[in-house]
């Protein structure tokens, strides 16, 4: 059954699916960064082009011709993975394919719309018998801080 992790009031959603994404990709997993919005996948795509300063994420679009040779892929086609172990949620529903991963991570931002969207996403894992996990990503902020 999928692990699903949920990371709540992140500040910035974009950066912690890059780092969630970068980890994984140095664990060796293959990454699927969900997203059916052009401008979100424009937007995370530069992200992973431009940090971090001093590694690589080599990473693709879904529809692209070397999609089957690269670890993380972003779109909303989770068939064009080699191998599905992560997909990172950008969108606001659930995506259709989550169950064929072995994690999904859901990022859940700081707005009222984020919030409630995710809560929806939670109570739709949770009545379908998944075990889930949260982070809250406030704490994490404080203890980076001191």
Not at 39 to 64: E, K, N, S, Y
Request: charged fraction near 25%; aromatic fraction near 8%.
């Amino acid at each position: 059954m999928t692990e699903i992790t949920f990371y709540t009031f992140a500040g910035d959603p974009l950066d912690v699916a890059r780092r969630v994404a970068a980890k994984a990709y140095g664990q060796g997993r293959q990454v699927m960064l969900y997203t059916p919005d052009p401008a979100v996948a424009d937007a995370i795509d530069r992200l992973l082009w431009t940090t971090p300063p001093l590694g690589f994420v080599p990473h693709c679009r879904d529809t692209d011709a070397l999609a089957g040779e690269t670890p993380v892929l972003i779109g909303a086609n989770a068939d064009a993975l080699r191998s599905a172990d992560v997909m990172i949620n950008l969108d606001a529903g659930q995506p259709a394919a989550f169950a064929r991963f072995e994690r999904l991570v859901e990022i859940v931002g700081m707005d009222d719309a984020s919030r409630e969207a995710g809560r929806a996403r939670y109570r739709f894992y949770q009545a379908r018998g998944y075990a889930l996990t949260t982070h809250d990503l406030r704490h994490a902020a404080g203890q980076a801080q001191r």
